[in-house]
C-alpha cells in the first residue's frame, strides 16, 4: 500500500462546477498537509497549506484534513477554465525541512 | 513564479552518459530538495541538502549524486544513464520558518 493515494481521474466539470479532490493517508506520523497545482510543462505550485487537523479557506478554495480519518479534500468552488490542471497532494512529517510525500495527482479539465 | 531557478530546461543524451542539472533556490532559502517526476512513480523525493550538508535520502539511485555549493546553489548528477531515467527532474527550497517547499519549473531528461 502506498503511504498517500489520490483517486486518479482524469475529473471532467462544466464551468461554475464544485469540485472535490480526495487523498487519503497511512503515515500518522504526517502533520503537515498541502495542496500543489501544476500546470502542463511546469512546476508544482502551492495552492493551500494547512497543519493538523481543520479546514482552511483562501477565496474559492477549501482544504480539509481528518486526521482521525488519515483523510484530506479540497474544494474548488466556482470553477473556471483556468482551473484545469493537475492537482497533488502532499504531505510531510515536519514541515518545511522534511520531505513531501506526494500523492500521483489528479488531471482536472473544466469546461467552458 | 516561485523564485526558484533550474538549468537547463531540456537535455536530451543517449544512455551510458552522464548529466549535471543546476538549481538555485529563493533568495534566503537553505534548504534545497530534488524530486524525480514520471508518469508511473508520480513525485519522489530524491534528496535534500541544508546549508551545504546532506540532510535526507529518498529512493536515489547510486548512480545519482548531489551536492549543494557555499552560495546554496545545488547541483544533481546523474550518470550511466539507463532509458528508464527519463523524466522530469524538480528542485525545492524551503525557509525554516515556513512548512512549504517552492518548486522550481523543472528540468526535463529524456534519455535515447
Known amino acids: 500500500q502506498k503511504e498517500v493515494e489520490q483517486d486518479p481521474g482524469p475529473l471532467s466539470v462544466p464551468e461554475g462546477a464544485i469540485v472535490s479532490l480526495n487523498c487519503t493517508y497511512s503515515n500518522s506520523a504526517f502533520q503537515y498537509f498541502m495542496w500543489y497545482r501544476q500546470y502542463s510543462r511546469k512546476g508544482p505550485e502551492l495552492l493551500m497549506y494547512t497543519y493538523s487537523s481543520g479546514n482552511k479557506e483562501d477565496g474559492r478554495f477549501t482544504a480539509q484534513v481528518d486526521k482521525s480519518s488519515k483523510y484530506i479534500s479540497l474544494f474548488i468552488r466556482d470553477s473556471q477554465p483556468s482551473d484545469s490542471a493537475t492537482y497533488l497532494c502532499?504531505?510531510?512529517?515536519?514541515?518545511?525541512?522534511?520531505?513531501?510525500?506526494f500523492g500521483k495527482g489528479i488531471t482536472l479539465s473544466v469546461r467552458p | 513564479d516561485s523564485g526558484v531557478t533550474q538549468t537547463p530546461k531540456h537535455l536530451i543524451t543517449a544512455t551510458g552518459q552522464r548529466v549535471t542539472l543546476r538549481c538555485s533556490p529563493r533568495s534566503g532559502d537553505l534548504s534545497v530538495y530534488w524530486y524525480q517526476q514520471s508518469l508511473d512513480q508520480g513525485l519522489q523525493f530524491l534528496i535534500q541538502?541544508?546549508?551545504?550538508?546532506?540532510?535526507a535520502k529518498g529512493n536515489i539511485l547510486e548512480r545519482f549524486s548531489a551536492q549543494q555549493f557555499p552560495d546554496l546553489h545545488s547541483e544533481l548528477n546523474l550518470s550511466s544513464l539507463e532509458l528508464g531515467d527519463s523524466a522530469l527532474y524538480f528542485c525545492?527550497?524551503?525557509?525554516?520558518?515556513?512548512?512549504?517547499?517552492?518548486f522550481g519549473p523543472g528540468t526535463r531528461l529524456l534519455v535515447l
Open positions: 502532499a504531505m510531510s512529517a515536519s514541515g518545511a525541512n522534511s520531505k513531501l510525500t
Open positions: 541538502y541544508y546549508n551545504g550538508e546532506e540532510r
Open positions: 525545492a527550497s524551503s525557509v525554516v520558518s515556513e512548512g512549504t517547499q517552492y
